[in-house]
Nanobody
């Protein structure tokens, strides 16, 4: 079955950096667009970054120029490099893809930005 295992979340000071990883299995990773979402306490889950099978990327304004999504198809792994982190980036970060009409999520990894 489809599985994602996210890792790399941590407590980091404002201005710091983190690199998240998502190991995917159970489907053909290289032929799917992939997303990172995040959910902060009391808020809706929101898209953080998307990478297409062709390598095109999409970012919302809140993270553009600070976050970079990438993929390594040979390792079935998705990455999110996060720089210049802010307290408002604090959230659980999730890996996501859609197969047909079904969306799949990982369990997430906690990112906390605080001094």
């Amino acid at each position: 079955q489809v599985q994602f295992v996210e890792s790399g979340g941590d407590l980091v000071q404002p201005g710091g950096s983190l690199r998240l990883s998502c190991a995917a299995s159970g489907f053909t990773f290289s032929t799917n667009d992939m997303d990172w979402y995040r959910q902060a306490p009391g808020k809706q889950r929101e898209l953080v970054a998307r990478i297409t099978i062709g390598g095109s990327t999409i970012y919302p304004h809140a993270v553009k120029d600070r976050f970079t999504i990438s993929r390594e198809n040979a390792k079935n792994t998705l990455y999110l490099q996060m720089n210049s982190l802010k307290p408002e980036d604090t959230a659980v970060y999730y890996c996501h893809t859609t197969l047909g009409f079904q969306g799949y999520w990982g369990r997430g990894t906690q990112v906390t930005v605080s001094s």
